[in-house]
């Protein structure tokens, strides 16, 4: 380190500029034309010093670096550093032979009074120099790799790529190194000059930029601090320098996988660092110490994101507010605002305490406003490409961003910058330069937006040159509108002149027009200065081809509030404009309505001709009650309405209908309200003298002339009775009326009866609903005795009368009627013709006849009932005491909701504890039983249970003639919710669904079964048993839904034989069916539903066309072209809906079959014999019941495969001229009666299952192929003539194989054995594979039973003929259950299914987990328990053995896995075996 000086060699020996010069000359430069400018940015070339730039580059070497202040400092390559003014005459020249060895210079700055240099050079010397004197005043070397680890300065040959002096010291500065080195430099003169150099960072990283903390035009602590940002690739960090380095804040930074370096494809790569220092401002005081000042901020950018960061002053006070001592306040930092760039920031610098300039790295330079968070794009890019150095990727090898800080700075608001063979100085735009700009560009409508943004201090951009506005009306705000007014309405002047001149070419667009009208009403709006816009403005617009645009674009302001009141002539055009044209004419009136206009300030007769004509009756009004007078609108409007005859239907009558507009403007100036916004009128006594003087010309007092009297009120009531009455109630019921009292004169002098004199009789003080209601009673006194006037319709009359007496029994005593006007009215109500009003009469002469009893009520009961007032009626018997007559008017009421009102009248006089009403009520439920059924009967028989005096039996009874009404009373009692019931067509076949529960009861023989059994139900059984007679007739579909739900509950209330009766007798086939499979007849319920399945199967045969081609050849052979059409236009929708109608039926039926038979499987299977320990005797009751279950299996599988064979057969008959209708209609047929065979071989393969003992699918294939079908031709009977069979053909048993193939789902190869189609034996290798295929087993055939067998052919041991598995029967359980049952039936003829053991899994049958699991205990529940040690092998042929059993099988086979081999047919596929695996 040295600090003596080296002497320079000045080239100019030129006196200093002075200060002033710099202001001067920027002057002159921004008022030279500019070389780039933006609306917010302008750029000029220092033209002086770009001229010399390539002379200066010749002599001293390229330009590497630039820094500005009072004058230009330009470092070159060579290591010289040339001192310029803005004129570009060179001051200094500083270098010598020596600092040519210090490389290029990299980084240069300004002292605080610009008078001192610190230069920092690419091999990492540091120098200061006194350009004035040209002279360095130290100089820092770099440290070689021989020096000492502890010596200062750089390593050499590293670039400096920043310096700068700290605060407003010439002594005190740092220099920065690209690889993180941050020097800090102190240059001591005592008595010799001497120099510090200490490290601020030192991470190994990599230095973005470094900045000290310049002092500020405000003197704060921070400046005895001397704080230096040091920014690196990771961390942000603020350390003091004065009395000891220390370290203020810190932060670090996220880099990508953990590490400081990135890659090529993590750029870019950069970050920058500027400090604003502490500045003066006005403000009140907010600290002891600060009281007008702004503290110092940093902002640095690393990648795209920028921070902020305040410094704080931490005071030590007491609680006061007082400083304790005289302690420095303690510095803090704190985020102020973070925000993210649109691409990674290169260079930020402070323009003023509240701007920050940025630039990205595609050189685009924004602005942000940190006051207001706003960021405003201000130059897109400079006019050159500006220089950047890639100082730290030559230093450190990392691929970084360029450098611009030694290409780029910022002095006094202007950013200077070297770009390529010049200098460019940028500013911004202050803003009376942005609108001139504009307007130069004509862009005047742009400029006056601009205008009235910065007048009301909106326009979200950044604003150079205005004060700032911190709240409304301060006086930056006063002085903002007073600099900007003047400006805006001259650039509206200078707009309307040259877009709306009349020599202008070519004539200004639509679009022009309504933008500059929208901008200068918008600038008027915010200088308000209405003067403007309706003088220079409006006159403006006045021509022609602009006036619509301007009136069109005034429109919305006026609609919005903005604009309240326009001049004569501005209302004049709108009237003129908008009116004759029809699309404006509901605009005009929405502008008229929306203005306030004043008496005296507008044409008056004008703009109530123009509502007049154009129909904007809602205006109109309006602007009759603005000038005080609220009589006028009406006979105006009244008049119009009747002259447009508008009908009586209120929703006919849109919003500005004549007749819609009076009923509104009644309704509001009767309650005190402004029309039509309804805001309450002031002060309270105009509104007051407003209401009265309407209802005096609404209701004035009676004349005897009624007709014109009351004409404004007729006229009222033939717009719309019901509303007008409406809008009435409205208005009485308003608090305000309360208030109105109205003075009434006398109309006309009363005669007196003892002299001829008239006397004259004093004025009243009513109230305004008396006056209604005195209005009403002489009108409608008036139309009802002089009808042939037409003062009033008879609809009209009833609803007068209605409406008034509800007002007077409501509002009694403020309305008062004398006897004689109620005697009056009462007369009109019970006596006039009209059915409309019926119900409103009612209801008003109920409340009459209740506040007004009459002393006898016997004299109105005649008169009351010819009006139809039947509530009246009834409270007139209810005081007589007459209870029949009373609930006799319920039933003749014609509203059914009165009729319905019965029953409670009923319950309510059952329960009183009047004898003499409790007899009324029985005599009239039964005489009247019919009647109360067609009401509701559900209602009914609610009554009935709620009423302890009555009986349903007396009622039953009483509805004997009536059976259709006497069925709807039993359902309603016996079945309460048929609406869960979903019948279906009632020609289908009955869904059985048997459930699965314990408590079913089986009949196995008809013969057994106990008709006399008793039912618990509450009801008689009688009783249900006439409710289903009564079904099966006027409901059929209901039956079994019925009998399922009751036989679900439980007890059964029926007899199963009386069901089957009356089934029988009406023809209800699933309730039959039902009562059969109950009775354990399964034979009886198989052979209904096949009858229905052959009846059914001749309505196809019926439903299929007959016709064939050659019926419809002509007779001379000629075909007509729409016979040939018809031909071969195939099965019609019609006839394929008949058909499918008809197929559905029977495939209902048949399935109704398959629960048959599957019923009788479940519940025959699992019944046994009383004598239950005799073997002979089960023998044979399962010889009897498999007999029984293979007959109905082979007769419905007969029915089924005959049906299918005989339409194949007349399939395969048809003719070649056959319709294509009909060979499509046999084709359906075919397929779906093929669907109800796969359908019945399903079932019998699951039900013949190994589950089963009872049914040999073998045994019931080889019966149906020895007897056959039933013979075609004979339709005999299946079951009482067995001999009608026949035995199967070829194709019969094909169709079988076919279908029975296509019901296993096996694979092609059972298709091969067709070719053996008569071989009986087919049919037993058929069955093994079909059981190989589902792991299923079977007992084989040539298995005879030993005498230790179970009769129940369970899997046996081939060797020793003992069960593999038995089955266990919790005969505890079964013997619960019967003991339950006991109780209700004998249990001698009893047989109990107990299918809740089947469905428990502790006691399933062993063969079920045979099949699913892959252990199995074969010794549970055996009668003949063998030894643990045996073990049971079995074999996917069927055959099954114990091992001990199984002669020269190998145990060690068994042990090894192997699997061992079936002796009787060498299968090897062993699927199960205990004690081993395999």
């Not at 990727?393 to 450098?403: Q, V």
């Not at 019919?930 to 039996?953: C, G, R």
Request: with cysteine.
């Amino acid at each position: 380190m040295e600090s003596d000086t080296e002497p320079s060699t000045p080239v100019s020996t030129l006196e200093a500029t002075p200060e002033t010069e710099y202001e001067n000359r920027i002057a002159n430069l921004e008022a030279a034309p500019t070389q780039s400018t933006t609306e917010y940015f302008s750029w000029q070339q220092l033209a002086d010093i770009s001229e010399r730039l390539t002379g200066l580059g010749e002599q001293y070497g390229a330009l590497t670096t630039v820094c500005t202040g009072d004058y230009v400092a330009l470092g070159t390559e060579r290591g010289s550093v040339v001192v310029t003014d803005y004129l570009g005459r060179v001051k200094m020249a500083l270098g010598s032979a020596a600092s040519a060895a210090y490389g290029a210079v990299s980084a240069l700055a300004f002292s605080a009074d610009h008078m001192v240099l610190v230069a920092g050079y690419a091999q990492g010397f540091v120098v200061v120099w006194d350009w004035a004197k040209g002279t360095t005043a130290a100089v820092s070397r770099p440290r070689q790799a021989s020096d000492s680890p502890d010596a200062a300065g750089h390593p050499a040959g590293t670039a400096i790529t920043c310096v700068g002096f700290i605060g407003a010291s010439r002594h005190r500065y740092i220099s920065g190194s690209g690889g993180g080195l941050v020097l800090y430099h102190h240059i001591v003169r005592r008595l010799l000059t001497t120099m510090s150099t200490q490290p601020l960072a030192s991470d190994g990283g990599v230095l973005f930029e470094a900045a000290a903390l310049a002092r500020g035009t405000h003197a704060c602590v921070t400046d005895d601090l001397g704080l230096v940002a040091i920014l690196t690739d990771s961390s942000i960090t603020i350390v003091k320098t004065r009395h000891g380095v220390e370290q203020q804040y810190r932060a670090g930074f996220q880099t990508a996988e953990g590490t400081r370096r990135r890659t090529v494809a993590r750029r870019p790569y950069a970050g920058s660092v500027a400090w604003q220092s502490a500045q003066r401002i006005e403000r009140p005081a907010t600290t002891p110490a600060e009281s007008d000042a702004m503290l110092p901020k940093l902002a640095y950018s690393w990648g795209a994101h920028i921070h902020i960061l305040a410094v704080h002053l931490d005071y030590n006070v007491s609680g006061n507010g007082t400083a304790l001592g005289s302690a420095a306040p303690r510095v803090q930092f704190e985020r102020e605002t973070e925000w993210t760039a649109i691409e990674d920031v290169v260079f930020c610098r402070w323009i003023d305490p509240t701007t920050l300039l940025y630039m990205t790295q595609s050189q685009r330079v924004f602005v942000f406003e940190t006051q207001f968070a706003q960021e405003t794009e201000i130059s897109t890019a400079p006019p050159a490409r500006i220089v950047g150095r890639a100082w730290v990727t030559l230093t450190t090898g990392t691929e970084a961003e360029p450098s611009y800080a030694a290409a780029m700075c910022v002095h006094r608001r202007r950013l200077f910058a070297h770009c390529g063979s010049a200098l460019y100085v940028g500013r911004l735009l202050m803003w009376a330069e942005r609108l001139e700009l504009l307007a130069t560009q004509g862009q005047l409508v742009d400029a006056i937006a601009l205008a009235t943004g910065f007048y009301q201090a909106r326009t979200g951009q950044i604003v150079v040159g205005l004060p700032r506005v911190q709240r409304a009306g301060d006086a930056g705000q006063l002085r903002r509108q007073a600099l900007v007014g003047g400006r805006l309405a001259d650039l509206m002047r200078r707009a309307l002149q040259s877009t709306l001149a009349v020599d202008r070419t070519p004539r200004a667009t639509d679009a022009e027009v309504r933008a500059l009208a929208t901008v200068c009403v918008q600038a008027c709006l915010a200088l308000s200065d209405m003067q403007i816009l309706f003088t220079d403005v409006f006159e403006s617009f006045a021509s022609e081809p602009y006036r619509l645009a301007f009136l069109e674009t005034v429109e919305p302001f006026i609609l919005s509030g903005a604009i309240t009141r326009v001049p004569a002539q501005m209302l004049n055009a709108l009237i003129d404009v908008f009116g004759s044209m029809l699309s404006h004419v509901q605009r005009l009136g929405a502008v008229l309505y929306a203005l306030d206009l004043q008496h005296g300030e507008f044409d008056i007769d004008r703009v109530l001709g123009c509502c007049r004509k154009l129909r904007l009756w809602r205006t109109f009004a309006r602007v009759w009650l603005d000038l005080g007078d609220p009589i006028a609108p009406v006979a105006s409007i009244i008049a119009a309405a009747a002259q447009e005859n508008e009908l009586l239907d209120r929703e006919q009558l849109d919003d500005e209908a004549p007749g819609a507009v009076i009923l509104d403007y009644l309704d509001m100036v009767m309650r005190g309200r402004s029309y039509p916004d309804g805001q309450l009128l002031k002060p309270q006594a105009r509104a007051e003298a407003y209401s009265a003087r309407v209802a005096q010309l609404v209701f004035p007092p009676a004349t005897d002339d009624a007709k014109s009297t009351f004409h404004t009120l007729r006229a009222l009531l033939a717009i719309d009775t019901e509303r007008l009455l409406e809008t009435l109630g409205h208005i009485l019921n308003d608090p305000f009326t309360s208030y109105i009292n109205l003075i009434v004169k006398p109309s006309s002098p009363q005669t007196s009866r003892d002299s001829g004199r008239a006397l004259r009789r004093a004025s009243q003080v009513k109230s305004l609903v008396q006056v209604v209601v005195d209005a009403l009673h002489a009108l409608t006194m008036a139309a009802h005795s002089h009808p042939e006037q037409n003062i009033l319709a008879p609809r009209q009359i009833g609803l007068l009368t209605s409406f008034a007496l509800i007002l007077y029994a409501t509002r009694f005593p403020l309305v008062y009627l004398t006897d004689a006007t109620v005697s009056e009215w009462s007369d009109v109500l019970l006596t006039l013709n009209d059915t409309s009003t019926r119900v409103e009469r009612e209801n008003a002469f109920e409340l009459l006849f209740k506040l007004n009893p009459p002393p006898v009520y016997a004299d109105y009961i005649d008169r009351v009932r010819c009006a139809g007032f039947f509530r009246v009626l009834e409270h007139i018997y209810y005081t007589l005491g007459q209870f029949e007559d009373a609930l006799r008017t319920f039933l003749d009421h014609p509203d059914f909701a009165q009729r319905r009102a019965v029953f409670a009248a009923i319950q309510d006089l059952g329960a009183a504890s009047r004898p003499h009403a409790t007899e009324s009520v029985c005599r009239f439920v039964v005489s009247n039983a019919a009647e109360l059924v067609e009401v509701d009967a559900d209602a009914f028989v609610e009554t009935i249970e709620a009423v302890e005096a009555l009986d349903h039996s007396s009622v039953v009874d009483a509805l004997n003639e009536h059976p259709q009404l006497q069925f709807s009373y039993m359902r309603a009692l016996l079945d309460p919710a048929p609406e869960q019931h979903t019948p279906s067509d009632e020609r289908l076949p009955p869904n059985i669904g048997l459930p699965d529960e314990q408590h079913i009861v089986v009949y196995p023989f008809q013969s057994l079964v106990p008709d006399n059994a008793q039912s618990a139900n509450k009801f008689p059984q009688a009783l249900h048993e006439r409710y289903l007679e009564l079904m099966c007739q006027y409901s059929p579909g209901a039956v079994l839904p019925y009998l399922k739900q009751h036989a679900d509950q439980g007890v059964e209330p029926l007899r199963l034989a009386s069901v089957q009766t009356v089934c029988v007798r009406y023809g209800v086939t699933d309730g039959l069916v039902w009562a059969l499979v109950r009775l354990g007849d399964f034979s009886a319920a198989l052979l209904t539903l096949l009858k229905e399945v052959d009846s059914e199967t001749s309505r196809v045969r019926a439903a299929v066309p007959e016709t064939s081609n050659a019926e419809l050849t002509l007779p001379d052979g000629v075909v007509s072209d729409e016979q040939e059409i018809q031909g071969h236009a195939g099965l019609t929708d019609a006839g394929r809906e008949r058909l499918e109608d008809h197929l559905r039926v029977a495939e209902r039926c048949i399935g109704g079959c398959v629960d048959v038979c599957k019923a009788a499987l479940t519940r025959l299977g699992k019944d046994t014999p009383n004598d239950a320990s005799s073997d002979e005797a089960q023998s044979k009751y399962r010889s009897l019941v498999s007999t029984q279950l293979c007959d109905l299996w082979l007769t419905l599988l007969r029915t089924a495969l005959s049906h299918l064979h005989a339409t194949n057969r007349t399939l395969d008959a048809l003719p070649d001229v056959t319709l294509s209708a009909t060979r499509e209609a046999w084709q359906l047929v075919s397929s779906r009666q093929r669907w109800m065979l796969q359908t019945v071989l399903d079932a019998l393969i699951f039900a013949a299952s190994p589950a089963s003992s009872f049914i040999s699918l073998r045994h019931i294939i080889q019966q149906l192929i020895v007897t056959g079908t039933p013979n075609d031709k004979a339709h005999v009977d299946i079951v009482k003539q067995p001999g009608a069979a026949r035995s199967l053909d070829i194709a019969e048993i094909q169709h079988l194989l076919a279908v029975a193939v296509s019901a296993y789902k096996t694979e092609a190869q059972l298709m091969a054995l067709t070719n053996v189609l008569v071989d009986y034996d087919l049919f037993t290798t058929f069955a093994q594979l079909v059981r190989s295929q589902k792991q299923g087993w079977r007992v084989p055939t040539d298995a005879q039973p030993s005498p230790a067998l179970s009769t129940r052919h369970d899997l046996c041991c081939l060797e020793c003929r003992t069960p593999l598995f038995a089955d266990q029967r919790q005969e505890h359980v079964m013997a619960k259950l019967r003991g339950q049952i006991a109780q209700y039936y004998e249990t001698s003829a009893l047989r109990v299914l107990d299918l809740h053991i089947f469905e428990d899994r502790s006691a399933q049958w062993k063969w079920m987990k045979l099949r699913t699991a892959s252990t199995f205990d074969p010794y549970l529940g055996s009668s003949t328990r063998q030894k643990a040690a045996d073990e049971v092998v079995l074999f996917k042929c069927g055959h099954g053995f114990h091992q001990h059993c199984m002669p020269g099988l190998a145990h060690k086979d068994l042990a090894s896995g192997c699997a061992p081999e079936c002796v009787q047919c060498a299968d090897r596929s062993t699927v199960f075996r205990t004690g081993a695996t395999g």
